[in-house]
């Protein structure tokens, strides 16, 4: 089998065609050995299982390294949804049963990541838990990379899909973990968790855009607002900061910070035994910067929103970042070489040949479930692309007989689609055409 010479690895190199034939030599070699994986998926939020699902259901036979708890930096399988009680914002979401329009209420974090992993597993998904350790892009770009995890293994697959995501900055107080998640009382996502705190007293920590939507957001379900933060200047913009400003729910505690905090009884202690031992937030202990006083404000949530940290540093001086280390895409979620790439064929690729990023790790602005969802959707019918349209090189087939595109490759997901094709993904149709 040859490659005939225009594939979409030599459309990603900026020039140099001795390094254009590097990477061809490599996908004839590689292109059907079967220890090798189509796709591997790192990282399980909404966007990892989503691409999981698709690339499931195109027969990719998708390995999905989904993580599981890290206690030191509370990552976890599943991602920042784990953390969070009901879901209210992603559609269809919602627990099942006739009930009343009123009555409708949304599913735990957990519940929809668990239903996410049943759906990419039973669509046949292979899932291991475990972190990643390493990835090697650069020494072979285009051709086979490979993936090393905690205990060891080593996988070698044609291409990735990135969805690490993002974790919420944390106090770093020991009292944080105490209350944190699962309704206790600490939180990093207002429009998760908010509607708890109906008719209540909440804090919100930080001096950035999100402590100011966070505390706008808030005000409108709760009777009262500290915006605690460690300065009197502030990040967040001026529009943001002054609609704050002018919210009388809103009080500001300037040059503070939270040095602990104080619990109370869980509610359903007397009435359920796993609550028996459990405390919910009653307090803010506050430090004033200035003259490190100490006082106190009684509030039931604590809404922590002193900024994300991209889970990135897996792919640092590989891949394009922006400053704050949020991996950057090419909108078709192909990821591009960092400058200080190791290797001069990664240098000069204009993207990463079969890399694909999805969800937070790309993306500070909406940090939305169903937009990782979305985009885990975008990165995984891209992979498919990019495999067929390697298959069809490698293959020798006529760009002509089967449509690659990524429309048709979309429109082969639509379940009806599906039916008209046979259950055939698109790489069995390059086979196919092959054989003709
Ligand atoms: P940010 O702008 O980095 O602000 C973080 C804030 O948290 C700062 O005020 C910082 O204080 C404070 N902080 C950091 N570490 C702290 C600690 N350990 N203890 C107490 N306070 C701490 O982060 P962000 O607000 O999440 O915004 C991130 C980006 O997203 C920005 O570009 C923002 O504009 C954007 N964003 C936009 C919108 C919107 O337009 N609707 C909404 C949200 C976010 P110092 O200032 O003292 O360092």
Redesign the pocket.
């Given at each position: 089998m040859e490659s005939n010479g225009a594939n979409l690895n030599g459309n990603a190199l900026n020039g140099n065609s001795s390094d254009k034939s590097t990477l061809d030599e490599g996908l004839v070699r590689h292109a059907l050995d079967d220890d090798i994986r189509n796709v591997i998926i790192i990282g399980s939020g909404p966007s990892g299982y989503t691409a999981a699902l698709y690339t499931a259901r195109a027969n990719l036979q998708p390995l999905l390294i989904a993580g599981s708890l890290d206690p030191k930096t509370s990552r976890i399988k599943g991602g920042q949804l784990m953390a969070t009680s009901d879901i209210e914002n992603f559609p269809g979401a919602i627990e099942s049963g006739d009930v009343a329009i009123e009555d409708v209420k949304g599913l735990t974090g957990p519940d929809l990541m668990g239903r996410m992993e049943k759906q990419a597993l039973h669509f046949g998904a292979e899932m291991i838990e475990e972190f990643v350790t390493e990835v090697d892009l650069c020494t072979s770009p285009g051709n086979v990379y490979t993936v090393k995890t905690e205990s060891g293994q080593t996988y070698r697959t044609r291409s990735i899909i990135i969805a690490t995501g993002a974790s919420a900055?944390?106090?770093?107080i020991p009292a944080e973990d105490k209350f944190f998640g699962q309704g206790g009382g600490v939180s990093t996502c207002a429009t998760c968790d908010g509607h708890s705190y109906r008719g209540k007293t909440v804090a919100v920590?930080?001096?950035?855009?999100?402590?100011?939507?966070e505390a706008n957001y808030l005000a409108r379900l709760v009777d009262k607002v500290y915006l605690?933060?460690?300065?009197d200047?502030?990040?967040?913009?001026k529009i943001?900061l002054k609609r704050a400003q002018d919210n009388p729910k809103i009080e500001f505690r300037l040059h503070s910070?939270?040095e602990d905090i104080k619990g109370k009884p869980h509610p359903n202690a007397e009435i359920m035994p796993f609550f028996r031992d459990k405390e919910v937030v009653a307090a803010a202990v506050l430090k004033d910067t200035r003259s490190g006083e100490i006082s106190e404000i009684e509030v039931d949530g604590i809404f922590?929103?002193?900024?994300?940290t991209p889970n990135s540093e897996l792919f640092k001086s590989q891949l394009k970042m922006d400053e704050?280390g949020y991996i950057e895409h090419d909108g078709h979620m192909r990821v591009m070489p960092s400058i200080t790439c190791e290797s001069p064929v990664m240098r000069r690729l204009e993207y990463v040949p079969g890399v694909f990023v999805a969800g937070d790790i790309s993306d500070?602005?909406y940090?939305q479930a169903i937009t990782a969802a979305g985009m885990g959707c975008m990165a995984a019918i891209e992979a498919e692309r990019y495999l067929a349209e390697v298959m069809t090189e490698v293959a020798g087939v006529d760009p002509g007989t089967v449509d690659i595109s990524p429309e048709s490759i979309a429109q082969s997901h639509w379940s009806h689609e599906r039916d008209q094709i046979g259950e055939k993904s698109i790489l069995e149709r390059v086979v196919e055409a092959e054989q003709l």
């Open positions: 900055k944390r106090l770093g920590v930080g001096g950035g855009d999100s402590a100011m939507e605690v933060h460690r300065r200047e502030f990040r967040a913009s943001m910070t939270i922590v929103a002193i900024g994300h704050a500070h602005v940090r």
